[in-house]
Every structure is written in structure tokens, then in C-alpha cells.
T-cell receptor, first 111, second 114 residues
Framework: GQQLNQSPQSMFIQEGEDVSMNCTSS?????WLWYKQEPGEGPVLLIA?????ELTSNGRLTAQFGITRKDSFLNISASIPSDVGIYFC???????????FGTGTRLKVLA | DGGITQSPKYLFRKEGQNVTLSCEQN?????MYWYRQDPGQGLRLIYY???????QKGDIAEGYSVSREKKESFPLTVTSAQKNPTAFYLC?????????????FGDGTRLSIL
């Protein structure tokens, strides 16, 4: 099945630093979602994006829907230890309406 | 509280045995989904259901079966035909597959082979 290219695969950062990750696809998507997953739990929805160019914030998190509709990025500002986890992007295929998931960015924050 | 409940949290399967994973939601969602998660990979779609008494195969349906007799429930059976069942299984639901509705997830079931 189709998968998104999500990068980086993993990040080790110092507390207080900003973080940026992105997802790209060869297909056009009509929705982008960003999730966070902690060990042994299910993904939790962070941000949903519905229009090309849309920029949405949720606290220290900001995500954008790329204008080509083939990419999206997530920024986390002033990281804290509880930001640790795996962040997934998901794009909704405009033809099948299925969600395609990225392989995840594993974030570790060093205090 | 509204949400998606998966049970059990941990499940062990013997060779040749079928096992069933439970997924219940009280969010009044129409659509429900089953995903498999392996280390270092994204979520892969096993089966999905848009309405009661209807379901479709996803990308990796072989060795799995589902039923959707009630709106709230979408159990997944991992059959003996699934030769590599060890994985983390996630159930999700949404108001519908169309209309840009985001999916919400349960807390997963980890299946291991004895």
C-alpha cells in the first residue's frame, strides 16, 4: 500500500529547542492530520488541516497544509520533556477517502 | 466519557489458534477501521466498515476477518492463516470516510505468539 515519506525518522533535541518535521506524498490529499503516539497507547489527534495553505496552531504546535496539497509540516516550539513520543502524519486520498499514514518521527527531548 | 475501547490490552496466541480483538465505540461514529502497526512502519489498513453490515478489505486483509453487526462494535479475528500476527493492533472510528472526517483511535491491543 501507499505510504507517505515522513522525515526525519528520529530526533534528539535539548529541552527548549524548536522542532520541525514534514511529510511529502506523490499524491494530492484533501486533508492532512497530525497525531502523537506514546508507548503502548493509540495515536492522539493533534491538528487537522483541510485547505491548501492552511496554517493551524494548537498551543506550542503549528502545522501547515502545503499549497501543492502534497506536503505538510509540523513545528513544535520550546520543546519540553513531555513532548517525547512518535509523531505521525496522515493524508486523506482525494479519490478513495482512505487515510495514508507516514512512518513516524520519533522525538526524544533531553532535559 | 465518549471514546473507543479496545480489549484486551495484551493477547497471546498459540499456533493454529484464532483470536478475536474487541473494539467498541460510543462516539456515534459510522465508520470504523482496523490497523496493524509494526516497529518502524506506519499504520497499515486491515479492514474498514462504513456502515453496519458492510465492510471492505484494506491493504493487508489476508489472514484476518471482521464483522459489523452493530454500529458500536467492530471485532477483528486474527486467524491461523495469518502467519506473522505479532504486532500492535489499533482500532479507529470517524463520522464517515468522506467529508474530511478525522479518525480517532483506541489504545490498541498487543498480540504476541506463544
Amino acid at each position: 500500500g501507499q505510504q507517505l515519506n515522513q522525515s526525519p525518522q528520529s530526533m534528539f533535541i535539548q529541552e527548549g529547542e524548536d522542532v520541525s518535521m514534514n511529510c511529502t506524498s506523490s499524491s494530492i490529499f484533501n486533508t492532512w492530520l497530525w497525531y502523537k503516539q506514546e508507548p503502548g497507547e493509540g495515536p492522539v489527534l493533534l491538528i487537522a488541516l483541510y485547505k491548501a495553505g492552511e496554517l493551524t496552531s494548537n498551543g506550542r504546535l503549528t502545522a501547515q497544509f502545503g499549497i501543492t496539497r502534497k506536503d505538510s509540516f509540523l513545528n513544535i516550539s520550546a520543546s519540553i520533556p513531555s513532548d517525547v513520543g512518535i509523531y505521525f502524519c496522515a493524508g486523506q486520498d482525494s479519490g478513495t477517502y482512505k487515510y495514508i499514514f507516514g512512518t513516524g518521527t520519533r522525538l526524544k527531548v533531553l532535559a | 466519557d465518549g471514546g473507543i475501547t479496545q480489549s484486551p490490552k495484551y493477547l497471546f496466541r498459540k499456533e493454529g489458534q484464532n483470536v478475536t480483538l474487541s473494539c467498541e465505540q460510543n462516539l456515534n461514529h459510522d465508520a470504523m477501521y482496523w490497523y496493524r502497526q509494526d516497529p518502524g512502519q506506519g499504520l497499515r489498513l486491515i479492514y474498514y466498515s462504513q456502515i453496519v453490515n458492510d465492510f471492505q478489505k484494506g491493504d493487508i486483509a489476508e489472514g484476518y476477518s471482521v464483522s459489523r453487526e452493530k454500529k458500536e462494535s467492530f471485532p477483528l479475528t486474527v486467524t491461523s492463516a495469518q502467519k506473522n500476527p505479532t504486532a500492535f493492533y489499533l482500532c479507529a472510528s470517524s463520522f464517515g470516510p468522506r467529508g474530511n472526517q478525522p479518525q480517532h483511535f483506541g489504545d490498541g491491543t498487543r498480540l504476541s505468539i506463544l
